[in-house]
């Protein structure tokens, strides 16, 4: 083995590589159960792409056959039941994963100076994963899909100018039909997640270059030994490698018990009406989307003029992408040192957990009112975060880590 790695190492720099990201890679020791999520978001990306290539062998992108290329996966493949099931259940647990990791970057100030990059790198991430749950939620063409697709390729439409010629050619044609889907399938199985897989490895570079954050929100880096390595760090692996398997057991636990027991999750994962083949004459009673998506369109409907509310839904996607800029504070990044920043992140997770409850519930004036409420604190979040930041009181932060 050692002759099979020295002649590798001869032409791929495999050992160095190794030892960078794992073995000398020095991480702060004081890590808690929030860094258990990105390598989660990296495990769960893998069984997307695994899974997504086994139905592709058997999914047909038209618009006559699509749904039932997804019945025959069901039925009649072997095994098809599964490759689906973990699919679409992964599909969500990407986002709870990916939602709780960014959190994690909202909690212990994971987007301040040195890791800008980091963060946008990360934010682009997220948005590239809305695009790809976009396409690949129409891809089965239930009832639901189809005009999940007809609602999104509207909302492109009313963009000014260029938005009839992009929602034409998302489309393909006048409406949802065979031409989208090959579209959307190129763009699902294809280009996005070829793009993800890039923004990854600039993440993690990104990562390995600046070093992780901690619950502290202390540079590691600036307290160094006689032989230069982080006092407070301890080595990737074998620490938390074996920490991160843990996390990986209890998350494929959680897992199995959706995937076999509650796939569906009440029509939370999978809509009910996404059982009944697309039809262009039958709109379902309400159309909602993803409930990982719920939130932006409660924003969405909370506005009466629909360009003004593609406008604040844009600017809503696009507001935690200015965080390393917004947050000014100097003394301290975490919120363990941060009293009042802490309680308007838990405004802001409480405002986004009650607009997503709303954007997941049938149109309704009596829900309009929380939803203006939700946005206006939403948007009030990053519009003060420049002015409080700089006055809000903090605790005294310690030169090292706290365990």
Known sequence: MSRVLAWIDRRFPLSRLIRESMTEYYAPKNFNFWYFFGSLALLVFAMQV?????????????????????????????WGWLIRYLHTTGASFFFIVIYLHMLRGYLYGSYRKPRELLWIVGFVIYVCLMAEAYFGYVLPFGNMSYWGGEV???IVGAIPYAGSWLASLARGGFGIGTATLNRFMAFHAVLVPALLGLLVVAHVLALHET??????GIEIREHLGPDGKPLDGIPFHPYYTVKDIMGVGVFLIALSLVVFYAPTVHGLFIETYNYIPANPLQTP??????????????MLRAIPDKKLGILVLFLAIAAPFFLPWLDRNPRAKSIRYRPVYLAMVVVLVACLLVLGWIGMQPASPALLPPARIGLALYFLFFASLPFVSRIEPTRPVPDRLRM
């Open 50 to 78: 695994i899974t997504g290539i086994f139905l592709l062998a058997h999914y047909q992108p038209s618009a006559s056959k699509a749904f039932d290329s997804i019945q025959t996966i069901m039925y009649d493949v072997k």
């Open 211 to 216: 070093g992780s954050n901690n619950p502290d």
């Open 285 to 298: 009673p309400d159309v909602t989307p993803a409930w990982y998506l719920a939130p932006y369109y409660a």
């Open 152 to 154: 999104i390729t509207s």
